[in-house]
């Protein structure tokens, strides 16, 4: 019997990739634009699988819903979970999720982000269009022998690491569980967040977002930095209040900051809202300053991390009718 997927926030790239990959596995999926949520959760009656994104919104309505309509997997083809109440899926319907994509992709767009707004790059990029080469306001720094503060050694940290240190930065490292080996083999230095604070020219946060690293990034912590500190997120968008990193943005104490993630993108991020006016006051005073990037949680954004999500994404899904131990199942 063919397996039937009700598939949910459909953009071109995710079809593109899932039908390339499906030829392996012959599942049956409907594609459907909108995030799963109470509204439109009729649409998976007759599925077997549902297969969401980072903005669903699968609370405890939700979850009966999918069980009264007979679905037995929710498989996310992301690695956060935040979105799904697992308390009301425990009993009733599995979960399950892509703890990785391409940990390269992220490393690479942080990196990005790094070069971009120490050179000035987008600056540059806009004044040339409009027959402006003046170097006036472009100036950057060396990065060779900058000194950078990496909040979470992961499998993304370690390859940023790597980067970095090719580059002749040196690395301050701070994780409750660190890797000392590799610290050694790498020449990084594992310290307290005081001192990574105080010492680190740029800081780039790589640490999963729970109660002792939500709003990590915060007024206190900003005020032991170093003056004109750079700041990156790649992470979660909950690391950083963001009204205290707009306070340190307009009192120089920051110097610049790249996010590709926001804590309350899910309004925004991944559809075009150009025709509309901002009502986001935070993200709209964001956007306002010329030393800020904002991308659209574009970090993971790469063909192979595409090839990877479907892939493991579908392979978690034929785990699961084979009735085969589920590796990336997720569980309370």
């Not at 996310?76 to 979960?95: I, M, S, W």
């Amino acid at each position: 019997m063919t397996v039937k997927i009700a598939f949910f926030d459909t953009k071109p790239y995710d079809e593109a990739s899932f039908n390339e990959v499906n030829c392996q596995f012959g599942y049956t999926i409907k594609y459907h634009k909108e995030h799963l949520n109470i509204d439109n959760v009729a649409l998976t009656k007759g599925a077997d699988v549902v297969c969401i994104f980072v903005n669903a919104v699968v609370d405890a309505t939700v979850i009966d819903e999918l069980v009264n309509n007979g679905v037995k997997l929710i498989a996310l083809r992301c690695a956060g979970f935040n979105n799904v109440d697992l308390n009301a899926t425990k009993g009733r319907v599995k979960v399950v999720h892509v703890p990785a994509y391409s940990p390269h992709a992220v490393a690479e767009h942080t990196l990005a982000l790094m070069l971009t707004l120490n050179r000035k790059i987008h600056k540059a990029y806009n004044r040339t269009r409009e027959g402006n080469f003046a170097l006036n306001g472009l100036m950057g720094f060396d990065m060779f022998g900058k000194t950078a503060g990496i909040i979470g050694t992961g499998k993304i940290a370690k390859i940023l690491i790597e980067i970095l240190r090719s580059m002749g930065l040196r690395v301050l490292a701070y994780d409750l569980y660190p890797d000392k080996a590799f610290a050694e083999k790498n020449g990084v230095e594992y310290v307290s967040l005081d001192e990574l604070y105080s010492n680190a020219d740029i800081i780039s946060l790589h640490c999963p977002l729970n109660k002792d690293t939500e709003y990590i990034i915060n007024k206190h912590s900003i005020s032991k930095m170093k003056n004109g500190v750079m700041i990156i997120n790649t992470g979660r968008g909950k690391l950083i209040n963001t009204h205290d990193l707009i306070q340190g943005l307009k009192h120089k104490k920051i110097g610049a900051a790249g996010l590709d993630v926001y804590e309350e993108e899910s309004h925004y991020f991944y559809e075009d809202r150009s025709n509309k006016v901002m009502d986001d006051d935070i993200l709209a005073r964001l956007l306002s300053f010329n030393n800020v990037i904002v991308t659209s949680h574009q970090a993971f954004f790469t063909k192979e991390a595409l090839f990877n999500i479907a892939e493991t994404t579908l392979q978690n899904i034929k785990d699961f009718m084979d009735e085969k131990t589920l590796v990336n199942e997720v569980t309370i």
